[in-house]
């Protein structure tokens, strides 16, 4: 099984940019005072924990449309498909992310955002995609990408109406403090620490002898020089060729200029859900992702044996 879409596009996001979907349970994140400039940390709590499809008012985005499946709630976001008319859509919220990004421009939204908390949109890849990102005073972004299979830019005006509602409810949740938890099981892959598993002289080579592992602000991705590790969790489908790497069934893909190698971890209790690892590496100079293969399988083999 190639890895899902979603998974990839988070990859090459966070490489720019520096479970189960269990039941929320009802701790609220902190709060301040209503004329205080509200941050991220106040207004989503732990981000390791947080439940991304707590954000996301599922009515008010679908619509008069119909939802595919139940919304997949990923480490690092909300993955949410629908059918209106004759198109299907795919909404995507989060990551959360921060640091300077020249795709950002300013965007004037319409409705009313806490104090300190603004709303913007990318340029990046705006002729098949809408993105809002709803900034907290502390510079930190929760993304929020709504695509289409209708390729024609008439469909941006309604992919764009889909992204402000779904900033809508996040403002909502937030406000009115429903943001959830993720409870994770006691082998999740929610629990591993990613950077601790690029950590070791065995990725020396792969990654680069001077590099060092930095963490997402998730908690649930690293990336150190060429290489990069991604938990989440994707729907369990009927899977493709496999290979025994690090001691654990791995399909191995590529996707431009990256070779990534995936492995699942089933969910007790949860069959059409998956938890996944997948690691990627970077061609050199934007070598075919084929290239970097072998690096990646030796990646596999020294990082695999740390999951639970």
Not at 30 to 50: H, I, M, N, R, V
């Amino acid at each position: 099984m190639r890895p899902t879409s979603p998974i990839a596009v988070l990859c090459c996001l966070f490489l720019v940019t520096a479970c189960a979907a269990p039941a929320p349970s009802a701790t609220p994140p902190p709060t301040t005072e209503s004329d205080e400039a509200l941050t991220a940390a106040a207004a989503l709590g732990e981000y390791t924990s947080l439940d991304y499809c707590s954000l996301v008012d599922q009515g008010k985005v679908v619509g008069g449309g119909n939802a595919v499946k139940p919304p997949v709630s990923s480490f690092e976001y909300c993955h949410l498909e629908f059918v209106e008319g004759a198109n299907r859509y795919v909404v995507t919220t989060g990551p959360i992310t921060s640091g300077q990004d020249p795709n950002n421009t300013p965007y004037e939204y319409a409705g009313v955002l806490p104090e300190g908390v603004s709303v913007q949109q990318s340029t990046f890849n705006e002729a098949t995609a809408c993105t809002r990102l709803l900034t907290f005073a502390d510079g930190i972004r929760l993304s929020v990408v709504v695509t289409s299979d209708n390729t024609d830019p008439s469909d941006q005006a309604t992919r764009c109406r889909k992204a402000d509602a779904t900033v809508g409810g996040a403002v909502a949740a937030i406000s009115t403090q429903k943001v959830g938890r993720l409870n994770f099981d006691r082998r999740s892959w929610g629990r591993v620490a990613p950077c601790a598993l690029l950590d070791q002289h065995e990725l020396d080579a792969a990654a680069g002898p001077e590099t060092k592992p930095a963490p997402a602000l998730s908690g649930h991705s690293c990336i150190r020089g060429k290489v990069s590790v991604t938990l989440s969790v994707g729907g369990d489908t009927t899977p493709g060729a496999t290979e025994a790497l690090g001691g654990r069934q791995a399909q191995v893909a590529t996707s431009g200029a990256f070779c990534q190698v995936t492995t699942h971890r089933p969910i007790p209790g949860t069959p059409d859900r998956v938890e996944q690892a997948m690691l990627t590496v970077v061609g050199v100079d934007g070598a075919a992702g084929d290239a970097s293969c072998a690096a990646a399988r030796q990646v596999a083999v020294a990082v695999y044996p740390k999951l639970p």
